[in-house]
């Protein structure tokens, strides 16, 4: 099994070999995935930057996402990962975006968006966009580590595509 620090290792890979850069925009891990990546000796070459939106607010103000999604779908929505994907994307001017917004715990979930429900978004300078939901099991601290997770390994996968 890999360990976070490989995955970001393998994806720095990928992407200094393309030249290509990647960015992030997080609200229930708060910059872990920037973290991460950047744990990564030489990441300076193919992070371009993260951004943490962990309120409304910042989402529309830093990757802007609409207040038109925001009250339709709520923060924690594919529809809004998307949108941050989208607007990181544009805002750094990278290759490749990656967004979660999830409910972490152990507070804030309801029947529709439990905790542990996290969703994502991948956006990629060729125009494709890509989103999923998740439901992770655990405490606060494993869920914002299995978000971290998946988000890395679905980057690896679509970089090397």
Request: proline share 1%; charged share 20%; glycine share 14%.
């Amino acid at each position: 099994m890999k360990t976070l620090t490989d995955l970001a290792v393998d994806v720095g890979k990928q992407l200094a070999a393309s030249g290509q850069t990647v960015t992030t925009a997080e609200s229930c891990t708060g910059g872990g995935i920037a973290y991460v990546l950047t744990e990564v000796a030489g990441s300076s070459g193919w992070f371009e930057r993260g951004f943490v939106t962990y309120s409304n607010q910042a989402k529309e103000d830093m990757v802007g996402v609409s207040i038109e999604t925001l009250g339709a779908n709520g923060a924690v929505s594919e529809a809004v990962a998307e949108e941050m994907a989208s607007g990181a994307l544009a805002a750094a001017n990278a290759d490749f975006a990656v967004s979660v917004s999830g409910i972490a715990g152990p507070g804030g979930g309801t029947k529709d968006k439990p905790v542990g429900m996290v969703c994502f978004g991948w956006a990629f300078k060729d125009g494709r966009r890509i989103s999923d939901t998740q439901y992770f099991d655990g405490d606060r601290h494993k869920i914002r580590v299995a978000t971290i997770e998946h988000s890395l390994r679905r980057l690896l996968f679509e970089i090397q595509q």
